[in-house]
């Protein structure tokens, strides 16, 4: 929060006037000065809300720009700036499919992950059942609840200044029963905020697609190889290689795009499917594990940071290794707690 605080000085020896940020004063002022002014700044603040000092010939003021002062409390204490941004939204993207312009996506499922991958440029996030693995630790996407998706998806949006959220229809919530498909993706709209939810399979959930879609919710669809069916395939190796599933996968993607779904998810299929796929229908294809001739891609966002660090099919790349950079971290820090390194003289108050 000390970090809000705006700078001006004018120098009285010529009457110049500077606009400087926090970091930048501090670079140029004498640390311990600034420091000193920091310390006392909230007492000292004067009515027309900006504190006075001089040195080196200079008048300084500081300007708070937020009324709470973050140092108070042990948390972090996170304030939203209101930003003028053009939001992606599903008109935006069979735009960017028309003039060949490659979608990124990627899974979010909490405030803090979701702020820096929205400040990235990242256009759609999908707040992805994949947290019953990686945020709940389940071996499959099955147990996650639509209590817990929403307490995600919520998460994610408060977060969100540009992109799209996509949150998908847990596994049980929207199979065999359009109504129920409909109250539960009313929830997650009504509840958390999102923009669009996704749901797994073709012709089988047509009904609850078309029911949805009638709503005014947006539907992504999600075909090939679909997490929430394992039991029924068994595997998560490659889906649809021999040709009666090939042929099957696009016949539901063609009737994804006719029951008004505004994108598909393809997972796991050979590439040269994906392409026939992407070149068969208008709305944007994402492809994860389907190859690049596709209209976008999506990963799951602790796979390619490197979190998840025994999960490395082949179509993954990992960006970072976070599980090796986090657990460095950690370990310096308990050496630094437990040889009384931490606090320093500077840590405390
Ligand atoms: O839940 C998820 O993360 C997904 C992606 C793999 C597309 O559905």
């Not at 879609?213 to 068994?234: D, E």
Request: hydrophobic fraction near 45%; charged fraction near 25%.
């Amino acid at each position: 929060m000390v970090r809000a605080l705006c700078f001006a000085s004018i120098d009285l020896g010529t009457g110049n006037q500077k606009l400087s940020d926090f970091d930048a004063a501090r670079n140029e002022l004498d640390e311990a000065f600034f420091d000193s002014i920091l310390a006392g700044w909230w007492r000292k603040i004067t009515k027309d809300k900006s504190f006075l000092a001089s040195q080196n010939g200079q008048l300084l003021f500081l300007y708070p720009l937020m009324t709470k002062f973050a140092e108070n409390t042990a948390m972090s204490i996170h304030k939203k700036e209101v930003k003028k941004v053009k939001k992606v939204t599903t008109h935006q993207l069979r735009a960017m499919k028309d003039r060949n312009e490659k979608i990124a996506m990627l899974t979010a499922y909490d405030f803090s992950m979701t702020r820096i991958l929205d400040a990235a440029g990242i256009d759609i996030l999908l707040v992805g059942d994949s947290a019953s693995n990686v945020m709940a630790g389940h071996e499959t996407t099955l147990p996650i609840t639509l209590e817990q998706m929403i307490y995600h998806a919520s998460s994610v949006v408060r977060a969100v200044d540009r992109a799209l959220v996509v949150v998908d229809l847990p596994f049980g919530t929207y199979q065999g029963n359009s109504l129920k498909a409909l109250n539960s993706a009313i929830r997650i709209m009504k509840e958390s905020g999102a923009h669009a939810v996704k749901l797994e399979g073709g012709r089988e959930v047509a009904d609850a697609i078309e029911r949805i879609q009638k709503a005014g919710v947006p539907v992504m669809g999600h075909l090939g190889l679909i997490p929430q069916s394992i039991y029924k395939f068994g595997t998560y190796t490659v889906r649809a290689k021999e040709e009666a599933e090939a042929t099957r996968l696009l016949e539901d993607a063609k009737l994804l795009e006719e029951l008004g779904c505004f994108a598909i998810v393809l997972e796991k299929i050979p590439a040269k499917l994906a392409k026939q796929v992407s070149e068969s229908v208008g709305i944007p294809i994402i492809g994860i594990g389907a190859g690049p001739h596709v209209d976008g891609q999506v990963l799951v966002v602790h796979d390619m940071l490197g979190i998840t660090y025994e999960f490395k099919p082949r179509f993954l790349r990992q960006y970072l290794n976070l599980y090796e950079e986090i657990k460095g971290a950690v370990t310096n820090y308990i050496a630094d707690v437990k040889s009384e390194d931490f606090p320093n003289d500077k840590e405390q108050y």
